[in-house]
């Protein structure tokens, strides 16, 4: 997809992080933007800056673990601008760490809710109106360095990031089989400066509270999300299907698949005391 002047996109998680940083640089080329996040409150403060600054922009509060929300949010995109062109299925959130006996069913409910079924419901709905339009459209499903390795005490969080990884692998073969002018991303950062940890439940010992202080620091040193949203802005001009903006998290996904092909167990290397 070379143009996005004009252009609608439709960004969910977008009141803060990554989600933000999409919809300011998609308002910055020129393309009119859906602003979707559970958040009203910070979606609206998001939609209040970036009005200002001229661009074309609908707010509309939205949990994406519901269907019904999600139909909705499609409604009034098309009623708004009249079609989609780009999808960013970018909601997300982290989950409570914890070793998987100490995941509650509504953590994992939430979870998956939220990082998985919010994905669903946006190809579900989404595609059908993106493939009628028959033009140059983009969908950038929004995974993580968690979908490529797994490792220990975010269980939920890996689970449902390896899931978006390989629904939007089979969704790039499908377009490809059906010649659609649509084509597809995923998007897999290590750590990104989010809020990402902000609505994280209190940790359940004094291990997974260190635990937890170590991703935040991870966090906080992370890369800002304004780079990530230039690397899914060239992914979609190159129609590129995997955005990897840190590169030397590669070594944890070089080492695990060498592992399943050499049929060792896996491997674990902390990186972070």
């Known amino acids: 997809m070379r ?10 998680g977008a009141a803060s992080g990554i989600g933000q940083a999409l919809a300011t640089r998609f308002a910055a080329e020129g393309m009119k933007v859906v602003l979707a996040d559970v958040d009203a409150r910070s979606l609206a403060e998001v939609e209040r800056q970036l009005v200002a600054t001229g661009a074309r922009i609908l707010a509309v509060p939205t949990d994406v673990a519901r269907a019904a929300d999600v139909e909705r949010l499609a ?6 601008f009249g079609a989609v062109h780009v999808l960013c299925n970018n909601a997300g959130i982290a989950g409570r760490p914890g070793p998987i006996w100490e995941q509650s069913l509504d953590d994992w409910e939430t979870t998956v809710g939220v990082n998985l079924w919010g994905v669903i419901h946006g190809l579900r709905v989404f595609l059908p109106i993106m493939l009628e339009q028959d033009s140059e459209g983009h969908v950038v499903n929004t995974a993580s360095m968690a979908g490529l390795v797994s490792l220990p005490n975010l269980a939920p969080y890996h689970a449902t990031k390896h899931a978006v990884v390989t629904i939007s692998e089979s969704l790039h073969h499908e377009l490809a089989l059906a010649r659609s002018k649509l084509r597809a991303s995923v998007l897999c950062p290590g750590f990104v400066r989010t809020r990402i940890m902000e609505a994280v439940a209190p940790a359940s010992s004094d291990a997974m509270r260190r635990w937890e202080a170590g991703y935040r620091r991870m966090i906080a040193a ?4 304004e780079q990530i949203a230039t690397r899914v802005l060239e992914a ?6 995997w955005i990897l903006p840190h590169p030397e998290t590669k070594v944890g996904v070089e080492i695990r698949v060498r592992s399943i092909l050499e049929e060792q167990n896996p491997a674990f290397q902390p990186f972070f005391d």
């Open 236 to 241: 979609i001009r190159e129609e590129r299907f």
């Open 3 to 12: 143009t996005f002047t004009d252009k609608v996109a439709v960004v969910t």
């Open 75 to 80: 409604r009034r995109a098309v009623d708004t």
């Open 222 to 225: 992370g890369m800002p999300p």
